[in-house]
């Protein structure tokens, strides 16, 4: 014969398998609404590509400037010397695409700055998404004049 503890602890584990079989219910409820929700609609999105020695990073706004989305090398998982690379920028991007899939985006416009070498295959990867792209436009910020030397030293 079981003693009344025995009897306690059963009811307990049958309760916590009843409450983990809901929770299980209530995420694919929540998975099957994620999958039905509708795709916000943006009328020009803006991709900025700012492209260093050290790292690629790809930022989407709407047309107010505000950030959507954005991707980088580094937060991809490359780390160290890997994030100056191309292939590290081409993954920033295409984790990028991944992301804005909940917008329907009409057109979009693509800022380019810098010099680095992940920004020419973060464009190619761009460019292998359906959006159609209106402008793209290279914002590398150009020296000019520089600052004045220092004075010659006087003996």
């Known amino acids: ?39 916000t609609p943006i009328s020009l999105g803006v991709f900025h590509i700012t492209a260093n020695f050290n790292n690629t990073i790809i930022a989407f706004t709407d047309d107010r400037g505000n950030v959507l989305a954005w991707s980088s090398a580094g937060a991809v998982g490359f780390k160290n010397t890997k994030e100056s690379t191309p292939y590290a920028g081409a993954k920033a991007a295409d984790i990028l695409l991944e992301k804005i899939k909940r917008f329907e985006i009409s057109e979009a416009k ?3 700055r810098g010099i680095g070498p992940g920004r020419d295959s973060a464009l190619r990867t761009l460019f292998t998404a359906d959006i159609n792209f209106q402008v793209i436009e290279d914002k590398t910020p150009i020296p000019f004049g520089g600052s004045t030397p220092s004075k010659p030293r006087r003996v």
């Open 1 to 39: 014969m079981a003693t009344t503890k025995e009897k306690n602890i059963e009811p307990k584990k049958e309760k916590e398998l009843k409450s983990k079989q809901n929770l299980d219910e209530q995420k694919e409820d929540r998975a099957d609404l994620a999958k039905a929700r509708k795709k």
């Open 110 to 112: 693509v800022l380019v």
